[in-house]
DNA sequence: CTGCGAGTGCTCGACCGTTG
DNA sequence: CAACGGTCGAGCACTCGCAG
């Protein structure tokens, strides 16, 4: 997976000839949140920031991640959940739930989507499957969001989401969120995010955008003479990069000392590597399902069906090679 | 047995307005 | 005109139960 760094310089000429047509493109979809233009009369006051504008251009994607997300060029790396987050709210009601979606619907979606992005044949499969995955969150977090907003007026909401065409649904959604069923599986989904732990500091370019900062970082790093500290202490790769996804800038350099929960992380994790060696006499650690420098540093087990610190709806098969039956 | 799904809290950074 | 700073909109990873 290293390697890909490399391949992926090779592919960057493309992306500075298209680059600067974002300017000419003035198309928005009937209802624009924010007027193009503003009577220059009314002064200031208002910051309006409206949501995701589609662009109307096609991205040329040279570079895709593991789970099949866009990652080079950087313009359509940011732009991926952008548009599939705007595509959501164009075809999706707030009320639609994304398994009672016909299948009409979801694949028109996913065809937006994939019309605004050019990639290779070989990457098509796993494109469409994380176009899939961030369509359903997206609708899931424009829903989250919504819920903050349940005791503003309609008026205020049609600006907001033009999507939400008329009062009646806006209505409709208030009612299904105050359904006592709802609320409750809605506090135990609560519930669930209380027990993770650490929060990461990824940014909204996910793992994948963070890495290219880390690289930048280390090469400063590197020139100073130094070495961030988990990478002394910490042998596996996904416990090092999940040390350093909670952490801040200054602590991923050794500048300020680790805050406490992902010290503890990290400490448990370097004992349990430490152990382990000492173990087998061998140099270095295989991590395996039950039993890694993940689950030493959390103190619990990995649970089935998403992988720790790798994001992206990775599952076990994406991440792991199948074990032998 | 295993991957998918709904929903959430926390954080980043895009964007606007202001200043040098 | 470029650089700076503050705000809040939007995205991310993650959790465990349950359906294939």
């Not at 680059?19 to 493109?25: F, G, I, P, T, V």
């Not at 070989?122 to 499957?129: N, Q, S, T």
């Not at 033009?162 to 989904?189: G, L, N």
């Amino acid at each position: 997976m290293k390697s890909s760094s490399g391949e992926q310089i090779a592919s960057s000429g493309p992306g500075s000839s298209r680059s600067e047509e974002r300017d000419n493109e003035r198309r928005v979809e009937e209802s624009n949140p924010q007027p193009s233009e503003t009577p220059a009369k009314k002064p200031r006051k208002k910051t309006p920031r409206g949501s995701h504008n589609l662009k109307e251009f096609c991205y040329v994607v040279t570079w895709h991640s593991e789970r099949g997300r866009p990652e080079s060029p950087e313009r359509a790396q940011k732009a991926f959940a952008m548009t599939c987050g705007a595509v959501a709210r164009k075809y999706c009601k707030i009320t639609d739930k994304w398994t009672d979606i016909s299948e009409v619907v979801r694949n028109t979606c996913i065809a937006d989507v994939a019309r605004r992005f050019q990639v290779i044949d070989e990457w098509r499969e796993r494109f469409l499957a994380a176009v899939n995955i961030a369509v359903r969150n997206r609708l899931a977090n424009w829903k989250t969001t919504a819920r903050k907003w349940m005791d503003k007026p309609y008026e205020i909401i049609k600006k907001k989401w033009p999507s939400v065409t008329d009062e009646a649904e806006w209505k409709k959604f208030k009612k299904e969120s105050s359904d006592p069923a709802f609320i409750a599986k809605s506090e135990r989904i609560r519930a669930l995010r209380l027990r993770k732990p650490l929060n990461h500091r990824l940014g909204s370019a996910g793992k994948e955008g963070k890495k290219k900062v880390w690289r930048k970082h280390d090469r400063i790093l590197e020139a100073a003479g130094r070495v961030p500290p988990v990478h002394d202490m910490l042998e596996d790769q996904r416990a090092r990069e999940y040390a350093r996804q909670h952490m801040t800038p200054e602590e991923g350099a050794g500048i300020e000392p680790m805050q406490s929960p992902v010290k503890k992380f990290t400490e448990n994790t370097h004992k349990w590597e430490e152990s382990k060696r000492s173990e087998t006499s061998d140099n270095s650690v295989q991590s395996k399902r039950w039993e890694s420098a993940m689950t030493a540093g959390l103190q619990k087990a990995e649970h089935t069906g998403r992988v720790l610190g790798e994001g992206e709806g990775a599952c076990w098969d994406d991440y792991f090679l199948p074990g032998p039956k």
